[in-house]
């Protein structure tokens, strides 16, 4: 009797121990997409830590359920965004908003909202300070007021607009004519340029410095120097070149910061580059390869160990564990006769979402 009494107070203890949230805090912060940042920051505090530690098992393992949320008749190359439970995507001129469903996995059919103004196919688009930022091929950028009719376009390049960012009131454009642009968002000052960049190369990509006090754009690397060049947001004076190795051509089709100090960089030469300025410029701190050669059109991270990428060939998503050299999983979305790029991907702790030539796929990791 004395045994089993002993033996109820260790169950006991144990059950108070495996439910304590400190406990899974700990192994969340370890975890693929658990919501938790490098710094310990807690993005979804709304969703159960030891619920979003099961998930991110699934993560780990490769284990989801893959559907297709949209399909169009027509080759796009589509461009979304998520915020709250709504996602936008750009197809052709467009940009429409859709609500998700309670599961996540699927959209109701019916737009919340169609954005236009464009003459021509949308590049790329951001959302900032409830507006939708739109890139064109027709050289505009356009200000969509995402809760009225507000709607304002501006010609911005004598070609087209391939990227676009904002923050803190500021947008900045990137484009084919060799130049990047710094524009107010301010309503009353819409349209007038406040800087123009020279950057001697065609402009691919392009992001803001969370502090605003720079942004990066990534060219095609046509000419004489790297790809990845630093700018100040204020003079819109070169401030540094990032890396010295790039072979001719191996453009940077996106870039992110992560931090004021850390970014990250893909593109043609089929590298993931991890960026620290206070390490150095010269050279990335981590890489890594796509094994089968194929460019990197897009990334995305957790903002802690988890990374993931859209590949030109079949469609292919890949998962990284950010601690390890070699991709964790690959998805390939298409098959050969339907061979598309992944043009954009987004994700949250249960989804992720990559958006292809004919649709939008969708990954469910809550339900595999």
């Not at 400190?22 to 310990?40: D, H, V």
């Not at 992001?207 to 120097?225: D, E, K, M, N, R």
Request: aromatic share 10%; with cysteine; charged share 20%.
């Amino acid at each position: 009797m004395r045994a089993l009494g002993r033996l109820a107070q260790v169950c006991r203890w144990l059950r108070r121990f495996t439910s304590c949230d400190l406990l899974w805090r700990r192994i969340a912060r370890a975890s693929l997409n658990s919501g938790f940042t490098r710094l310990g920051t807690d993005l979804m505090a709304s969703v159960p830590v030891k619920e979003r530690v099961k998930v991110s098992q699934n993560w780990r393992l490769g284990r989801c359920r893959e559907g297709i949320l949209l399909k169009w008749r027509c080759s796009q190359m589509p461009w979304m965004q998520l915020e709250g439970d709504s996602l936008y995507i750009s197809q052709a001129n467009f940009i429409l908003a859709y609500h998700f469903r309670p599961d996540g996995a699927s959209l109701n059919r019916r737009p919340l909202g169609v954005f236009a103004g464009h003459d021509e196919d949308v590049c790329h688009f951001v959302l900032a300070n409830s507006h939708i930022i739109s890139a064109g091929g027709d050289g505009k950028i356009g200000v969509h007021k995402i809760h009225s009719t507000f709607t304002v376009k501006y010609s911005a390049h004598e070609q087209e607009v391939n990227c676009v960012d904002c923050r803190g009131g500021i947008i900045v454009s990137g484009s084919r004519d060799r130049t990047a642009k710094v524009w107010p968002l301010a309503s009353g000052r819409l349209g007038q340029c406040l800087h123009t960049i020279q950057t001697e190369d065609r402009v691919w990509s392009i992001a803001i410095s969370p502090i605003l006090s720079s942004f990066v754009t990534g060219t095609a690397c046509c000419g004489h120097f790297s790809p990845l060049r630093i700018w100040d947001l204020n003079s819109g004076q070169l401030m540094m070149h990032l890396g010295s190795d790039f072979p001719p051509g191996a453009g940077v089709l996106d870039v992110m910061y992560e931090s004021p100090s850390t970014l990250l960089s893909c593109g043609y030469d089929t590298y993931v580059r991890y960026w620290d300025l206070r390490a150095s410029v010269r050279k990335c701190v981590m890489e890594w390869e796509e094994p089968h050669d194929s460019t990197l059109y897009c990334l995305q991270t957790d903002g802690n160990h988890l990374l993931a990428t859209g590949s030109s060939y079949y469609g292919v998503v890949r998962l990284w564990d950010r601690r390890q050299r070699a991709c964790l999983h690959a998805f390939p979305l298409t098959s050969t006769p339907l061979s598309s790029p992944v043009y954009c991907l987004r994700f949250t702790t249960k989804h992720l979402y990559a958006a292809l030539s004919y649709n939008l796929h969708v990954l469910d990791f809550q339900n595999p």
